[in-house]
């Protein structure tokens, strides 16, 4: 059972343009998401976080939006750049418990 | 703040051999301690969870007679797997709870395996 889901696997964006990155949770007992950015052969690196009390969360060109009722959050990134290229992923959490990854999206910013 | 130090970065080894894989929390005391596995073009999955001074969790499916985790100290936790094959060639990473709620979760650098 799958209780994260990034249902792309991969995502293409032009350079300056806004990435969109989805992901549904099944889980309403998870209470805290964040978002990874990930290089290959390296661990994960933090992007940002949101509390289920919440329903955005910015930081700099990092937007978190979370949706309880449909179960579903989304990193906004504007505007987008080639540094940005790297595999996301969306974790779940409840009270420092364990992380539940999603899939991963591999964002490509086209120059 | 709150760095989790990992190592070794990549190794190879033959199979039948064991491998262990150390994470030190530099700069804080990580009570708790979870090792993730990530296959190429997967999600990280978890394996286990530790606790500093108690036996490790595992998660349904992880054999804990081969992933031997040790979580003497607050500051180092380790994985050894033993009998390596070539099936456990993976990219191995641990995590831990920052503290306070808010702050989210450091990870290890991740150690590539390879079994050969």
């Given at each position: 059972?799958?209780?994260?889901?990034?249902?792309?696997p991969?995502?293409s964006v032009?350079?300056?343009?806004?990435?969109?990155?989805n992901?549904?949770?099944?889980?309403?007992m998870?209470?805290?998401?964040?978002?990874?950015?990930?290089?290959?052969?390296?661990?994960?690196?933090?992007l940002?976080?949101?509390s289920?009390?919440?329903?955005?969360?910015?930081?700099?060109?990092?937007?978190?939006?979370?949706n309880?009722?449909?179960?579903?959050?989304?990193?906004?990134?504007?505007?987008?750049?080639?540094?940005?290229?790297?595999?996301?992923?969306?974790a779940?959490?409840?009270?420092?418990?364990?992380?539940?990854?999603?899939?991963?999206?591999?964002?490509?910013?086209?120059? | 703040?709150?760095?989790?130090?990992?190592?070794?970065?990549?190794?190879?080894?033959?199979?039948?051999?064991s491998?262990?894989?150390?994470?030190?929390?530099?700069?804080?005391?990580?009570?708790?301690?979870?090792w993730?596995?990530?296959?190429?073009k997967?999600?990280?999955?978890?394996?286990a969870?530790?606790?500093e001074?108690?036996?490790?969790?595992?998660?349904?499916?992880v054999?804990?007679?081969?992933?031997?985790?040790?979580?003497?100290?607050?500051?180092l936790?380790?994985?050894?797997?033993t009998?390596?094959?070539?099936?456990?060639?993976?990219?191995?990473i641990?995590?831990?709870?920052?503290?306070?709620?808010?702050?989210?979760?450091?990870f290890?650098?991740?150690?590539?395996?390879?079994?050969?």
């Open positions: 059972d799958q209780q994260v889901k990034q249902n792309s991969s995502l032009q350079e300056g343009r806004i990435s969109i990155l992901c549904d949770y099944t889980n309403s998870f209470d805290y998401f964040l978002w990874y950015k990930k290089y290959p052969a390296e661990g994960p690196t933090f940002i976080s949101i289920s009390i919440k329903d955005k969360n910015e930081d700099g060109r990092f937007t978190v939006f979370l309880k009722s449909a179960k579903h959050l989304s990193l906004h990134i504007v505007p987008s750049q080639p540094g940005d290229s790297a595999v996301y992923f969306c779940a959490s409840r009270v420092l418990r364990q992380l539940t990854f999603g899939s991963g999206t591999q964002l490509t910013v086209l120059p | 703040g709150a760095v989790v130090s990992q190592h070794p970065s990549w190794v190879i080894c033959k199979s039948g051999t491998v262990k894989i150390e994470c030190r929390s530099l700069d804080f005391q990580a009570t708790t301690m979870f993730y596995r990530q296959f190429p997967q999600s990280l999955m978890l394996m969870t530790s606790n001074g108690s036996k490790a969790t595992y998660e349904q499916g054999e804990k007679d081969k992933f031997l985790i040790n979580h003497a100290s607050l500051t936790s380790t994985l050894t797997v009998s390596a094959h070539p099936e456990d060639s993976s990219f191995y641990c995590s831990a709870p920052k503290q306070g709620r808010e702050n989210g979760y450091t290890g650098s991740g150690t590539r395996l390879t079994v050969v």
